[in-house]
């Protein structure tokens, strides 16, 4: 089946252009056909999981190219796919989601005029986000990313009689333009160097030193600025909140599972091109986004408003994850996080529909009437608050022990671990100030309350499976065997030992290459030994190693975890101590996220449920940070007074030009002309609005000068013979 | 059949010139007669554009290799001085002249309103599509221009009679400034003459191979300094038909003053005549000055991307919008050739390719909406979508197609430029991509105001697109899209001879 | 005399007659200038003819010149009196409806 | 070699023609009742033609001197006498349509026309200076009162005052340079001339000579600075009369021009069709200058104009300006660039100026906004005017173009690059007046109402100088040739 992966995004391609041609004319207005089809590629898409599961092989690859575009061999654009066990979890993932989606918009988009069409948008959605998943180039996954934000750019914008809803479609195109313009510098410069596409050849390249140093560092953040984008980090993470307006199973599709993830599937994808230094730069965005989310987040109260910073809070845990090294952290997340982050989506679909509010101010007691929606938003929130044994805990604790294990490597960064743990507890008091006000408590609404209902079958049957797949025990294990840190293309300097070179710089390490080893290994779940996978890790005989550059150790700790391939440089000293450091951090995370995840639902009960503390008053008495809050710290204004009304501005001031210096005054040659117009007094033209017209004034203005010396006096004209006559001669003569 | 094999690019040109002739001669009065005549005049060349496509040999290069040239027509004109008739095609001309078939097949249909003087008109549009055939088959350079300079007076008489408020200021803003640029490409014309012989008479000669043939000699031209001169003014005179900044100011007056089917005809064809005048003229004929003038080439192309977006944004016509859209994706072209790389100098010839098709649907659609609103001010309008929604799908189409989404021809060609010049000029790529994001925001807001956001009630009533304005956008749509897929059936035209042309610059062959 | 002589009495006469030409604005008076100029030139012949080349072509020529003076007077003295008779006045400065 | 007077005779058969028809017509003046019978007209179109006829007939005597070596039979010669009876042709058949003639005498009419003919093909094979003073001067005093042939209109008479006083000093200082190249070299024939100077004189007189020829050239074919007269005249004679002017005499001026310079200040050089300088006045430059001031100042001052009559003159100086450019090359090629633009520019600009007598005919006068809407008015006529007038802007496929390209051609081959830019850019300026009239006749409403009616012989006429205009711009082989035969000849 593996063979035939790349007709999985084929199939909703086939439905979006029937449910565009013919949609409507269908029985049940088409949707049937794309549901079917979603249906096929998770049925394909879950047995080329467990093909690939039966391999069991983290190193398992199925690449196949087919020359897409050839210009005379000189220039070859292959198309391809590339699965691999990354690949395999997020065709499940993305079917799976898409699938449930689909089947609970049949129900929520009921009656809808464009019912048809807004399936042959989710239809082309699926279709871009499988393609970009599959593909095997930075060519191919770059004209996925696009699809993709077009797509989302259609479905934001689905009820496009809403102004709101136009603009924030518009917004996210643009914003994630701005990113993809970055993308499209990286995998240029990539190009430019190495002169291929595809990833493997583009890795072979760096590791044969074609690209290095600080060009390889901005390649790798241009890349990485497709992912702020598209994942909504800062400082592009304005256009995902307002992306709300689209109809809420698009928001737990696109903007909650899916197309947010595609930029940390994009890191986690090109992972081996990234140099310490944008490592760095990864890792400190992921935190600036997390925190910054996190913070809006708990004074927002459009229920939708507070996932979508939830999501941004969430991706930049992932992206985090991947800075500091967990690639396995980052890639669980995005795993997890699409189930339940797809589950209190369509929760709140689920909500919306019954009360047609979003505002948690007027909702309250909803547990009464929507029991399976509160269960299954329940479930979801008490995951991505991080409890134990639900999938958010497993996978959060991942990228907590990662950040922690840097931090303990370089002291300077321990604030990426603080930020987060911190974050982890905003995120759990949030959360359950959205489920307190929303399922518990009394009716803010009665009307509103009198009214809601629970959803038909088809559309809570998603929400408990999603919520059944809010549990870790689905995850842990196989997860961090299959998904594993692919080994770094960056060369390593081999003349200088990294054990040697970097020791005096990396605090308590006596070895980097062994620390990455370890490093590199995940621990399989909760409770496992680390050091045997550590061990295990060492003795796997693997590509040869390498170690980060001596010289940048040098400027910058090499402590950006820089994966070494296993067994290259790993002492026995150096591996026991870096298990033990391991073993440290994942320990201390595991007990603080804990602790803070508790601190934080045991706030949001205190403050929201028990009502010790009136949030009234607390906010008065904080009045400032609040309203910062609030308006979301400004992002959109300042956005809007610099980037939109600068090109604004921009863009009249050079239309301005255009028609009055460029068209007015091609040259100089026109200005002069005006001038010589005034000093000869004779032009009565006003002055022109073009180079053209400036010039053909000029000419014209001469001609009219030449003119007057047609005076109709005889005798002039005979003057100008007999003074022709004499300066010929003159001139001719001397 | 043979007569038509062995004279296929010379039907192709002149068929709608007869066309054009017997609609002079008919009656009048007659004005569907007229109609179907002018259809059926510039269809013919169609199912002869077919025929050029499947029985063209793709593997061969042209450019300069005479013998390479295919459906060649080769006879003496004007014996004294050397002019010949001298058609050919290569893949540099292969898809400008199936573009211009179809173009200029779907304009005529475009017109099919046109109420005023209608023989006129058609027969003025038939001797366009005349000149522009033959400038991309010539390959004599006397014959070029002579065809270059035929394009001139259909185009003024169509802007002036049958265009907008202001066409007299348009259509004689156009013609000087076109004539501009030709008089300079005619002395330049006129050095080459002097300075080539034909090797088989020992005259002059206004063979456009012979001039590539000696263009590898040093001292051709009295060296290199003069060869500059002459680059420079071809360079002006094909800058101001593409048209590059600062020459570019004729272009919106043109566009928003032309009829529908001459702004499609005007941007879909008139402006390629422009770079494919660098590619079969300058760059072969002038080698070295090309490698010489590689950088001021590609700082015009990013000036054109970005200033081009940016003054599109400004706009509050519609048309004129599409007409600076225009001037930014021309720039692609010229960055694409700067950078004289296979993928750089084959994403140009698509682009031209691609945008003729891209920016033809996009005059269209805006003629249809001026047709029953009678005006283009953007904000004029408001929630067209919900009113005409077939409409609406074309539109977003085509600005989608138009602001470079993959799945259609215009990414393609884009992303190849930007592959292929990259390496070459790092920084002016740059500044270039960031086109990208102005091109997107420019065409969303236009395309938010006109069409999404709250109905304007003045509009509630407005008109669907009908069933032939369909038939014009419909295969353009499909050929974009098709191409955006899969571009290499129209690549496989055009490779062999732009990888020539790329080596022929470097100096490699 | 010596051939210079004559030759400073024709160039004399020449700008005599040019001189003429340009400051009268009386029509006949301007026409009387140009047959100075044609004098001028006469003199030239007949002394070049009779000093230089010493046949008889210069004097020919002169007679040319007469008769062709005469011919150009009649003309032009009928074009003054029509002139006079549609404008009342043969100041050459008043004719100056076409110009520019 | 010369013929002697009796044996010359045969080869003068187009004089002869000329001279009886202005014979039968002054008889058919004194004698005939009818003032306005078109007899006089049929007289002069058979006597016109007859000319043409034998000028075309007439045998190839290379470089014969007839008369006792007073004029020459050369190819040139042939061919300037072709083309102006041919203009005259034209320029009747335009008099018969003319409102402006109809109520005159028409014999006489035509005797003056024809007396201006016989001029021109005197002055065309002119190599005598005396012969070359009196043809100039039967080019011009017929020509003054053609200018003033509307004996009751103000600007006509005032046109043939300029005229006559204008032409008058301009001969007259021409010929006191005559005079002096006489005293310097003691003949009056201009090859004995050019060889006594080749063997050197002083300088100064040489160049004072040839500058005051210059002037009497210079008038004739209206260059700058001697074109003042020629936009006043324009103006005010009638149309036929302009447009013959612009043409004929024209014609015959750029004729002696090239004879008399080419003899007197150059010689042949070995190599085919090139001349070089034999004395010391470095004339070629001169009218380089002259040529590019010329096209120019013709140019700029046409584009302010509204009356089509003075347009069309203005329009003419820079022609001449354009053909002097094939002038100051010293080659046998820039002459034949010459020849063959004189013969586009005999279709061309009589074309423009037939399209304004039909249209004046109408409107009674030639301002640019009688123009208005001829597209609709007289499609035919409209058409043929915007023909002739971007065959004179030099845009292909009109003949105008390939004349350019020819003089655009020498120029470049010999290297004179800054003329060839003057000269380009000036056509591009040109293009803005012409294109004026063009889009008063297509683009704006008629002022006038109704139809314009054009009756068949205007119509014949019409398309028989639209079809040269076209076809020399597409196929124009036969007719370089024969400019080319014609160069050739003089050289001997």
Not at chain 1, 144 to 164: D, H, M, N, P, R
Not at chain 2, 117 to 135: N, P, R
Request: hydrophobic letters at 55%; charged letters at 10%.
């Amino acid at each position: 089946m593996i063979r035939y992966a790349y007709i999985i995004p084929f199939l909703p391609l086939l439905s979006f252009f029937v449910n565009l041609a013919v949609g409507k004319r269908l029985p049940r207005k088409g949707d049937w056909v794309s549901l079917a089809t979603i249906g096929a590629g998770l049925v394909m898409s879950i047995v080329i999981f467990f093909e690939v599961f039966r391999i069991y092989d983290p190193n398992f690859r199925y690449h196949v190219v087919v020359p897409w575009l050839s210009l005379e061999g000189r220039f070859v654009i292959n198309a391809g796919i590339l699965v691999d066990n990354l690949t395999a979890v997020m065709l499940v993932v993305v079917t799976g989601v898409s699938f449930l989606v689909h089947l609970f918009s049949v129900g929520y988009m009921h009656g809808d005029p464009k019912y048809s069409r807004f399936f042959a948008y989710l239809s082309v959605f699926s279709f871009s986000m499988l393609g970009l998943v599959l593909a095997e180039s930075f060519f191919f996954i770059y004209i996925f990313w696009e699809l993709v934000g077009f797509s989302s750019y259609a479905l934001i914008g689905f009820w496009f009689e809403k102004k709101s809803a136009a603009d924030a479609g518009k917004k996210a195109f643009i914003v994630n333009r701005i990113g993809d313009f970055g993308f499209l510098i990286g995998f240029l410069l990539l190009f430019a160097t190495t002169g291929v596409l595809g990833y493997d050849e583009v890795f072979r390249g760096i590791a044969e030193g074609k690209i290095e140093g600080t060009l390889l560092t901005l390649a790798g953040i241009g890349i990485f600025c497709g992912a702020i984008g598209k994942s909504a980090q800062f400082p592009l993470h304005v256009w995902l909140p307002d992306a709300m307006e689209g109809p809420t199973p698009v928001s737990a599709l696109i903007h909650a599972a899916t197309m947010v993830a595609a930029g940390v599937y994009l890191v986690g994808r090109v992972y081996p091109i990234f140099t310490p230094d944008a490592f760095l730069f990864i890792a400190y965005t992921g935190l600036l986004t997390l925190f910054i989310t996190a913070t809006i987040a708990l004074t927002a109260t459009d229920i939708k408003k507070v996932l979508a910073y939830s999501t941004c809070s969430q991706l930049g845990y992932m992206i985090l994850g991947l800075g500091v090294g967990g690639f396995t952290a980052g890639l669980a997340h995005l795993t997890t996080h699409a189930a339940f982050k797809a589950c209190l989506f369509l929760g709140s679909g689920s909500v919306i529909h019954a009360v047609h509010s979003q505002e948690i101010t007027e909702m309250g007691a909803l547990r009464k009437k929507m029991p399976i929606t509160f269960i299954t938003f329940l479930i979801a929130t008490l995951s991505i608050a991080g409890v134990p044994l639900f999938s958010g805990f497993y996978s959060k604790d991942m990228i907590l022990k990662s950040a922690l294990l840097f931090g303990m490597k370089n002291p300077q960064h321990m604030i990426l671990f603080a930020g987060a743990l911190l974050t982890a507890g905003m995120t759990a008091y949030y959360m359950f100030r959205l489920v307190i006000r929303t399922f518990l408590g009394e009716p803010k609404d009665r009307h509103k309350f009198d009214h809601a209902h629970e959803s038909p079958p088809n559309m809570w049957v998603p929400l408990v499976v999603l919520a059944g797949l809010s549990f870790s025990f689905w995850y842990s294990g196989w997860f961090g065997d299959l998904v594993k840190t692919p080994a770094s293309a960056i060369p390593a300097v081999h003349a200088v030992p990294a054990s040697a070179g970097s020791a005096d710089s990396v605090l308590h390490v006596p070895s980097a290459g062994a620390a990455f080893a370890a490093e590199s290994a995940e621990p399989k779940g909760a409770g496992h030994e680390p050091a045997a996978h550590a061990a295990a890790a060492s003795e796997r005989p693997g590509t040869p190693g390498h170690a980060v550059p001596a010289p940048q150790g040098e400027k910058h700790p090499p402590a950006v975890p820089h994966e070494a391939a296993p067994g290259a440089e790993a002492g026995g000293h150096g591996a026991s101590h870096e298990a033990h450091l391991d073993h440290l951090a994942h320990v201390w995370s595991m007990y603080l996220s804990v602790l803070f995840g508790t601190l934080g639902i045991g706030l949001a009960f205190v403050v929201f449920r028990f009502r010790w503390i009136d949030p009234e008053k607390v906010a008065t008495a904080v009045r400032p940070v609040h309203t910062f809050l609030l308006n979301k710290w400004y992002f959109d204004e300042l956005y809007e007074a610099t980037a939109v009304n600068g090109t604004k501005a921009l863009s009249r001031a050079l239309g301005w030009f255009d028609l009055y210096v460029v068209d007015g005054l091609v040259n100089l040659c026109a200005q002069l002309g005006v001038w010589a117009s005034f000093l000869i007094g004779k032009f009565d033209n006003h002055v022109v609005d073009g180079a053209v017209n400036g010039v053909a004034d000029v000419t014209i203005g001469s001609g009219s000068f030449f003119r007057r010396f047609q005076t109709g006096k005889l005798y002039h004209y005979v003057f100008v013979l007999a003074g022709g006559v004499l300066i010929i001669f003159l001139v001719k003569a001397f | 059949m043979d007569f038509i094999n062995s004279h296929i690019l010379s039907l192709m040109t002149f068929l709608p010139l007869a066309g054009a002739a017997v609609i002079l001669m008919l009656p009048g009065g007659r004005d569907e007669l007229v109609k179907t005549v002018a259809a059926v005049a510039s269809f013919l060349p169609v199912p002869l554009a077919v025929q050029l496509w499947f029985t063209y040999d793709r593997s061969v290069a042209g450019v300069n290799v005479a013998s390479q040239f295919q459906f060649v027509e080769h006879t003496r004109w004007i014996p004294s001085i050397n002019v010949e008739y001298f058609l050919g095609a290569d893949g540099i001309s292969m898809p400008m002249i199936i573009l211009t078939a179809i173009i200029s097949f779907l304009a005529v249909i475009g017109s099919w309103n046109i109420e005023k003087q209608i023989k006129g008109y058609m027969a003025l549009l038939l001797l366009l599509e005349t000149g522009m055939m033959g400038v991309f088959c010539a390959l004599d350079f006397f014959l070029f221009y002579v065809f270059w300079e035929v394009m001139l007076l259909p185009m003024y008489f169509l802007i002036g009679i049958w265009g907008g408020p202001r066409r007299e200021y348009a259509a004689i803003k156009f013609f000087l400034y076109t004539l501009l640029g030709s008089v300079l490409m005619l002395l330049v014309m006129l050095a080459l003459y002097f300075n080539t012989t034909d090797p088989e008479t020992g005259g002059h000669t206004f063979n456009m191979l012979h001039y590539m043939q000696q263009s590898t000699h040093n001292e051709w031209l009295r060296g290199f300094d003069i060869r500059i001169l002459m680059f420079l003014g071809l360079f002006i005179g094909f800058a101001i038909k593409v048209p590059l900044f600062p020459f570019h100011t004729w272009l919106p007056d043109a566009h928003v003053e032309a009829p529908t089917a001459i702004s499609v005809i005007l941007a879909g064809i008139l402006l390629k005549m422009g770079t494919y005048g660098l590619m079969r003229i300058s760059f072969p004929m002038f080698p070295d000055v090309t490698k010489w003038f590689v950088i001021p080439m590609a700082v015009l192309g990013a000036i054109n991307i970005v200033y081009g977006a940016l003054c599109a944004m400004a706009q509050s016509d519609l048309k004129k919008l599409v007409a600076y859209s225009s001037v930014s994706h021309m720039g692609f072209c010229l960055l694409g050739m700067a950078a004289l790389t296979p993928a750089g100098m084959v994403g140009a010839a698509f682009q031209m390719f691609s945008h003729g098709m891209i920016t033809a649907m996009l005059f269209f659609l805006v003629g249809v909406v001026y047709d029953r609103a009678h005006h283009r001010d953007i904000d004029g309008f408001g929630g067209l979508g919900a009113v005409v929604p077939v409409y609406t799908f074309y539109i977003t189409v085509a600005f989608f197609a138009s602001l470079g989404l993959p799945g259609f021809s215009g990414f393609v060609a884009e992303a190849m430029v930007f592959i292929g010049s990259f390496d070459v000029f790092r920084t002016i790529v740059m500044i270039s991509a960031s086109g990208i994001i102005i091109v997107a925001a420019f065409h969303l807001w236009a395309l938010q105001r006109v069409f999404l956001g709250p109905l304007n009630p003045k509009y509630a009533q407005l008109e669907e697109i009908n069933a032939r304005e369909m038939f014009c956008l419909s295969p353009l749509a499909l050929m974009t899209l098709l191409l955006g897929v899969y571009p290499m059936p129209v690549l496989n035209l055009m490779n062999a001879s732009l990888v020539r042309l790329v080596d022929v610059v470097n100096m490699v062959i | 005399m010596a051939l210079d002589k004559l030759l400073v009495i024709a160039a004399a006469l020449f700008c005599c007659g040019l001189y003429t030409i340009l400051t009268r604005r009386n029509a006949v008076a301007v026409l009387m200038g140009v047959e100075l100029v044609l004098n001028a030139a006469n003199i030239n012949f007949v002394a070049f003819s009779h000093y230089v080349s010493h046949l008889i072509g210069g004097q020919i020529f002169a007679v040319f010149v007469i008769v062709l003076a005469a011919a150009e007077a009649a003309v032009a003295l009928a074009i003054f009196l029509r002139l006079f008779s549609t404008t009342g006045t043969v100041e050459v400065d008043a004719a100056d409806q076409l110009r520019g | 070699m010369s013929l002697g007077n009796l044996a010359s005779l045969p080869y003068f058969l187009p004089e002869f023609a000329v001279t009886a028809t202005i014979l039968l017509l002054i008889v058919v003046h004194v004698a005939g009742r009818n003032r306005r019978s078109p007899a006089a007209a049929l007289l002069a179109m058979v006597g016109t033609g007859s000319a043409l006829f034998f000028a075309w007939m007439t045998p190839a005597g290379a470089g014969t001197g007839l008369f006792e070596g007073m004029v020459v039979l050369d190819g040139f010669a042939v061919f300037f006498k072709v083309l102006t009876a041919l203009a005259t042709l034209i320029v009747v058949f335009m008099s018969i349509d003319c409102y402006e003639l109809t109520d005159k005498s028409q014999a006489e009419y035509y005797i003056f026309l024809l007396s201006v003919l016989l001029g021109m093909f005197l002055l065309s094979s002119a190599s005598d200076i005396v012969m070359l003073y009196l043809a100039l001067e039967l080019v011009s005093i017929p020509s003054y009162l053609l200018a003033g042939y509307l004996k009751g209109k103000d600007l006509s008479n005032e046109a043939s005052t300029k005229y006559v006083v204008y032409g008058a000093t301009a001969s007259g200082v021409m010929i006191y340079g005559f005079s002096l190249l006489y005293g310097m070299t003691g003949s009056t024939q201009i090859s004995v001339i050019g060889n006594a100077l080749a063997s050197g004189t002083s300088a100064l007189p040489a160049l004072l000579a040839a500058v005051m020829v210059t002037v009497g050239f210079g008038y004739k074919i209206a260059a700058v600075p001697f074109h003042m007269w020629s936009p006043d005249v324009y103006e005010g004679a009638p149309i036929p009369v302009t447009a013959f002017l612009s043409v004929g005499p024209k014609a015959a001026g750029f004729a002696i021009l090239v004879r008399f310079f080419y003899t007197v200040f150059a010689s042949p050089e070995g190599a085919e069709g090139m001349w070089k300088l034999s004395s010391s006045v470095d004339w070629p430059f001169l009218f380089a200058v002259l040529s590019a001031v010329t096209m120019t100042v013709g140019n700029l001052v046409a584009i302010n104009q509204s009356n089509v009559k003075r347009l069309l003159a203005y329009s003419s100086i820079a022609h001449a300006g354009y053909m002097m450019m094939g002038f100051v090359l010293l080659t046998s090629v820039g002459l034949k660039a010459i020849l063959f633009y004189l013969i586009v520019y005999l279709f061309m600009n009589l074309g423009a100026f037939y399209v304004v007598v039909l249209v004046a005919n109408g409107s009674r006068s030639e301002e640019i906004s009688d123009f208005s809407g001829l597209g609709t008015r007289a499609p035919l006529a409209a058409v043929s005017l915007a023909v002739f007038l971007f065959a004179l802007t030099g845009i292909p496929p009109f003949s105008g173009f390939i004349g350019k390209v020819y003089l655009f051609a020498e120029v470049i081959n010999r290297g004179v690059y800054w003329l060839a830019l003057v000269a380009a850019l000036n056509s591009v300026v040109s293009l803005y007046y012409y294109a004026r009239i063009v889009k008063v006749m297509f683009l704006e409403e008629p002022v006038h109402t109704g139809e314009l009616t054009v009756a068949f012989v205007p119509r014949v006429m019409l398309a028989i100088l639209v079809v040269p205009t076209l076809l020399f711009g597409v196929y124009w082989e036969p007719v370089i040739r024969i400019a080319e035969s014609s160069v050739r000849l003089l050289t001997n």
